[in-house]
């Protein structure tokens, strides 16, 4: 008997010039990601690392990933949340799940070194075609991959090239790589609130990209898009990109093979530290900094280090470490009542966290307390010298300090600013 036929559209996935593997697009709404097997014939001493997963599970690269509309946390991951998810789709007339047709879209400049390129029909390749058993399939070109329309209106969050004083969005001119964040439309003041949090958590020892604040006229290529009248975007040096290429990357909710709506629950900062003090390559280094961010998160009342805002490079391919810190923002002015994006020591509550749930928190995550601890009061000590003085001169808004300066009298008491 014959089998009905479904018409199918593949994506190769490429990093670092491998084809790491195929994913294939049903008509039905299956996505399979099924992986090369020369890709999963090279040695795993000299492989490219595609994600963490591959080396705590020796089977990863032999299982293929089957989703239905969403394609696979490890590549769904990559692809944009929110309002400009869909403006894309409402673009591309596709519903904002059919996540196959934005990432057809959006494959040449995705965050990392993944490249996602359409592959013509005829061309998807017999493996990656053999977990559909139900139908036969029949190959089409992908549909989406050329699509071409304006975000006007809706991006607030911009790629650009720095080239002779000038920003110029969404082009790749150059290995000096920016992201832009324009002011936003709901919340006051946003570029230099994050600036002036990213300048105070490079004072007490984080490692942190470049950061500036940005003339709204210094953007070329903005879209037409309503702004406020704020006279600065806020512009982060990206991790991603060098004069050598592209870097691979990996957020945590791809290290925990999660969705972003999950990004804020299912798993807690002593999991996440498990992991870097396990896999880094320099993960003593790396436990150690990943603390001091902990405790930068809570004297600076972010409430948004969810695991979207932890990520682990690769610089030589294989090796991953702890990337530097971005996407710190004092969130408490914006939302009443805001707490830790994850749990810590059992607790989101900044205000009943001390020095000993951080000791409880090294233990869980397998790190010597005695390493640990010399770190932490070094951000305290740095902080009480260098943050209140520091606080005046910083662009951050009046009111804004105002109540960062509140927050610090209300922590507990191992962490106040008098």
């Known amino acids: 008997m014959n089998k009905p036929l479904e018409k199918v559209e593949g994506l190769a996935i490429h990093l670092h010039g491998n084809r790491v593997g195929v994913i294939a697009h049903y008509a039905g709404g299956k996505n399979i990601l099924a992986f090369d097997p020369d890709f999963i014939a090279i040695s795993p001493q000299i492989r490219p690392v595609f994600t963490l997963r591959q080396l705590f599970d020796s089977d990863y690269l032999n299982k293929s990933q089957i989703r239905t509309d969403k394609v696979p946390p490890v590549l769904s991951n990559l692809l944009p949340e929110g309002a400009l998810r869909e403006l894309t789709a409402r673009a591309l007339q596709c519903h904002s799940n059919n996540e196959f047709s934005i990432l057809a879209y959006m494959g040449a400049n995705l965050p990392g070194a993944i490249i996602a390129t359409p592959i013509a029909a005829g061309d998807v390749p017999k493996w990656a075609l053999e977990q559909r058993l139900s139908t036969e399939p029949q190959q089409i070109n992908v549909r989406h991959a050329n699509s071409k329309f304006s975000l006007a209106g809706v991006q607030m969050k911009f790629s650009s090239s720095y080239r002779d004083g000038r920003y110029h969005i969404d082009q790749e001119l150059s290995g000096d790589m920016w992201i832009i964040k324009t002011p936003s439309t709901i919340h006051r003041g946003v570029p230099s609130n994050e600036f002036s949090c990213m300048k105070l958590a490079e004072m007490v020892g984080a490692e942190v990209s470049e ?12 879209p037409s898009i309503k702004l406020p009248d704020e006279q600065y975007a ?3 040096k990206r991790f991603d990109r060098s004069d050598n290429g592209r870097i691979h990357t990996e957020d945590f909710a791809q290290v925990f093979g999660l969705y972003p709506a999950d990004k804020y629950q299912r798993v807690n900062y002593e999991q996440l530290g498990r992991v870097v003090y396990q896999y880094s390559d ?7 900094q990943f603390a001091r961010r902990l405790l930068i998160n809570i004297m600076l009342g972010n409430g948004d280090a969810h695991l979207k805002n932890w990520t682990l490079i690769y610089p030589d391919q294989r090796s991953p470490s702890l990337s530097p810190l971005y996407d710190v923002v004092f969130t408490s002015p914006y939302i009443v009542g805001d707490s830790l994006a994850l749990n810590l020591s059992g607790t989101k509550n900044w205000f009943d966290i001390s020095l000993d749930d951080f000791k409880l928190w090294a233990e869980k995550t397998g790190a010597p307390w005695i390493a640990i ?5 070094d951000v305290l000590e740095k902080a009480r010298k260098y943050w209140p003085e520091a606080l005046e001169t910083l662009p951050m808004l009046d009111e804004h300090k105002v109540a960062l300066r509140r927050l610090w009298s209300q922590l507990n008491q191992d962490f106040k600013i008098l």
């Open 282 to 288: 320099q993960r003593l280094k790396d436990i150690q």
């Open 373 to 377: 601890k010399p770190h932490l009061l």
């Open 234 to 236: 806020y512009g982060i």
């Open 211 to 222: 950061v500036r604040l940005i003339e709204i006229t210094e953007l070329d290529g903005m």
